[in-house]
């Protein structure tokens, strides 16, 4: 059981590049999301899927896409990056949206590190 | 969403009880209590949630106030790996976010 992992784990772009992160997760979790992380600070949703082709906004969505295709991945697209961009990505999935069934907690993959020049 | 106020640092010593206190003096009726943890390097790691009892699992305690305003996260042994900074997280009943605040780092001295 892999439970989250993400891809790349590294990756250094030029302002304007565009770029996909993938996430997967094999827990067969209904709801995914993709968070950032800028140093010092806590996570930052971007935006969240509560199915397979259903994605939303978050708190942060701007200069980013999604798609969920399938159950088990959530793409995260930078069509045009920027330096503000520059941050730690983590995708996370869970059972449930609701805190009164078990299931609730989100599980977090191991990050993608990107740097936009 | 409400916010939560957690000191900064604390600092403990290895196999000694560690309590991490979260003031959210303005949560509402169907907000939940979550922690999360994250070591340096990871993701955040989920530890517990509740909404007015205490709650314990095989990580952490988690102690909630009478009028819920404030909460506080007991891990009973901390170990050197217990170090990590720690998110005290209020969410809506049927919320689909988490809202992380900059959290408390926990040192543990052996």
């Known amino acids: 059981n892999a439970g989250v992992t993400q891809t790349p784990k590294f990756r250094v772009l030029k302002t304007g590049q565009s770029m996909t992160l993938l996430c997967a997760q094999d827990?067969?979790?209904?709801?995914m999301y993709w968070y950032r992380q800028d140093p010092g600070m806590g996570l930052r949703l971007i935006h969240y899927?509560?199915?397979?082709?259903?994605?939303a906004k978050g708190e942060v969505p701007d200069g980013y896409n999604v798609s969920r295709l399938k159950k088990q991945n959530f793409l995260l697209g930078l069509e045009s990056a920027a330096p503000s961009q520059t941050s730690v990505y983590f995708c996370?999935?869970?059972?449930?949206?609701?805190?009164?069934?078990?299931?609730?907690?989100?599980?977090f993959g191991p990050g993608t590190r990107l740097t936009v020049l | 969403d409400a916010k939560t106020t957690q000191p900064n640092s604390m600092e403990s010593n290895e196999e000694e009880p560690v309590h991490l206190p979260c003031n959210h003096s303005?949560?509402?009726?169907?907000?939940?209590i979550h922690w999360y943890r994250q070591l340096p390097s990871q993701g955040p790691e989920y530890v517990i949630h509740?909404?007015?009892s205490n709650v314990n699992n095989r990580m952490a305690s988690l102690a909630i106030a009478e009028d819920r305003k404030s909460s506080t996260l007991i891990l009973h042994r901390a170990t050197l790996r217990d170090a990590a900074v720690y998110y005290c997280?209020?969410?809506?009943?049927?919320?689909?976010?988490?809202?992380f605040g900059a959290g408390t780092i926990l040192r543990v001295k052996s």
């Open positions: 996370a999935s869970s059972y449930s949206l609701t805190d009164r069934t078990p299931g609730n907690e989100q599980f």
């Open positions: 827990m067969n979790h209904e709801y």
């Open positions: 899927s509560v199915g397979e082709g259903t994605t």
């Open positions: 303005t949560i509402s009726g169907t907000d939940y």
């Open positions: 509740g909404l007015t």
């Open positions: 997280i209020l969410r809506r009943e049927y919320g689909n976010k988490l809202v």
